[in-house]
């Protein structure tokens, strides 16, 4: 699987809201194709936003030589949660910046972007090491969302860590969370996990609690989109309570990310802005390229938070490409912050 | 909302697969219609379960006074699990028994599932007294699954305490979780809020423990499937989470049941057994008359149990229409069953 690719002149992104039915490749051309393409979660993941936007924002300079400051403007306010999104098109703004308006200023834009997508990729394995060496013994592992290949450059992030764990036959059974409302668990994560082989079972957000009081679970592991200073946590929403499952039952909980998640400027989970989407995300199932269609009475109010906030204290490791920190303080993630990748 | 009625010679049920877009009733004029209605789930809810099967007694009765022996059979196993409605039909069978076969024999099953009906009733009054007085001063209370007037004759239970709640002016806003995998908080719970007029908003059920530990919810109240000895409480998949949430935001998480939910023969969550059910309804949006829309890739391993276990320590009250355990505590529970309606 490749999330996003440049060629031609173009970001090329398989349309992720079409997976698993169709296999559809979106060519991106500008930085308002971007902008769409993450509103409208086509591309998804805090890694693989990154990523997208920073080639964004080079994609723009080759269309308008002037626009880069409109265009890493529009490109941070597409998504509010993900802090990788502000670094990516900060580090390529700098690197274009550099040069003034014209050819070689996207030239140098898109330069630093796919220089950031290899380090993503680089990122991708070390996670995918340390977390193996982390839950080997654990044969049954639960997730949440999709953190594969489809989330982020490389195999991703915790799902890399399963990538990685079964390559070394060490992986039983994952249990799958469907991941409501837009269902990356069920349409994603099913979907990579079945093209790499790995023994797998689909489940709804709310068995997974009583599934891992059950014994049923060796291990959860999460990505993330956000880790503050302190170690909390923002991911997917329904994160936080697998968390609270696996104390209760006393197995790990693993937070799996790219360093560049965590954001030293954030003091603790309080301050993490949670973004709040559209009702019709809960109101209606949308799936593939069919009409939505209505899971309830039309026009009812909903509350649709994309994420929740995980506490440090219930996270048992946070695996990063720079190492481990464990157990999960403001000292250990300022020391992962202060080794070298 | 009547879920059930009797009139004219016939049982009239509200099917509850076509809510919330279709107000259809069903005319039941038998047995075998009953069974039917409740292997479909048109009628679902241990209480209500319980009554339609009685009343499916006494309407065989009118068809075939020597029908007695196999009504009885066919409705029990209707849904095997349900104590409820093992119940219902041996009292109704009993008072028929006791006159010979033909008109007065119907008419005693008719009077006694009816008698049936307004205990129902007047249980569901007493477990919505109870349940406002204990929760008054928390306005804003999430809820699960559906426990309203299409669960349980009357107002319903956990549903009943926030419809008493309203009347008193003391809600705020209920969330009512979606309750994933057949929807009955997205379809029926959002019906029911609507007609009683109560503020609400609807949530995936991923949501909920993040909500609760944002400070937007004041108490959670859920409904219950069997009540151990010990006060461990199994119900609807997902409740499980909330109870965890609940617990560590220190609001209370209170469980609204008639006390005939209460097994004292069953000494703790272990010895539940927990239903194991079609892994397309994890696969597949099944919602109304249309089509199931697939959710993930054709043929994907599930595992979909219906109910989980949240244990008696994390119960801050259990609700019955013979008073309140709280704690609840293996003696607080047969304390409850020992006091009289």
Same mark, same amino acid.
């Given at each position: 699987?490749?999330?996003?690719?440049?060629?031609?002149?173009?970001?090329?992104?398989?349309?992720?809201?079409?997976?698993?039915?169709?296999?559809?490749e979106l060519e991106l051309r500008g930085a308002e194709d971007v902008v769409g393409a993450l509103q409208r979660l086509s591309i998804r993941g805090a890694?693989?936003?990154?990523?997208?936007?920073?080639?964004?924002?080079?994609?723009e300079l080759f269309?308008?030589?002037?626009?880069?400051?409109?265009?890493?403007?529009? %490109? +941070? #306010? &597409?998504?509010?949660?993900?802090?990788?999104?502000?670094?990516?098109? $900060?580090r390529v703004r700098a690197a274009a910046a550099a040069h003034p308006a014209g050819p070689e200023r996207a030239a140098a834009a898109l330069a630093e972007a796919e220089a950031l997508h290899a380090e993503e990729e680089a990122a991708s394995e070390a996670i995918a090491r340390h977390g193996a060496d982390l839950l080997t013994g654990r044969p049954r592992i639960l997730t949440h969302c999709n953190t594969g290949a489809l989330a982020a450059p490389g195999r991703g992030t915790a799902l890399a860590v399963i990538a990685e764990l079964a390559d070394r036959g060490e992986v039983e059974l994952v249990l799958a969370c469907e991941t409501r409302p837009l269902l990356q668990g069920a349409r994603l994560t099913v979907y990579e996990l079945r093209r790499l082989g790995i023994e797998h079972a689909l489940v709804v957000d709310g068995a997974a609690a009583g %599934? +891992? #009081? &059950?014994?049923?679970?060796?291990?959860?592991?999460?990505?993330?989109? $956000?880790?503050?200073?302190?170690?909390?946590v923002a991911n997917k929403v329904g994160t936080y309570a697998h968390a609270l499952a696996a104390g209760a039952?006393?197995?790990?909980?693993?937070?799996?990310?790219?360093?560049?998640?965590?954001?030293?400027?954030?003091?603790?989970?309080d301050e993490i802005t949670i973004e709040e989407r559209d009702p019709d995300e809960v109101r209606t199932l949308i799936a593939g390229a069919d009409e939505p269609r209505p899971l309830t009475v039309d026009g009812t109010p909903c509350r649709n938070p994309a994420f929740d906030v995980t506490p440090a204290r219930l996270v048992t490791a946070l695996v990063t490409d720079r190492g481990i920190a464990q157990?999960?303080?403001?000292?250990?993630?300022?020391?992962?912050?202060?080794r070298r990748a």
């Open positions: 699987v490749r999330a996003v690719r440049f060629a031609g002149g173009a970001l090329w992104a398989l349309d992720q809201t079409q997976l698993p039915w169709r296999e559809l890694p693989l936003i990154g990523v997208a936007a920073a080639y964004g924002v080079a994609l269309r308008d030589p002037d626009g880069l400051d409109d265009a890493c403007e529009s %490109l +941070i #306010a &597409a998504r509010p949660t993900a802090v990788n999104l502000i670094h990516a098109v $900060r %599934l +891992i #009081a &059950a014994g049923e679970v060796d291990a959860v592991i999460v990505g993330c989109d $956000r880790v503050a200073a302190n170690g909390d039952a006393g197995i790990p909980f693993v937070v799996a990310g790219p360093s560049t998640t965590i954001d030293p400027s954030t003091a603790t989970g157990p999960v303080t403001p000292t250990s993630v300022a020391a992962v912050l202060g």
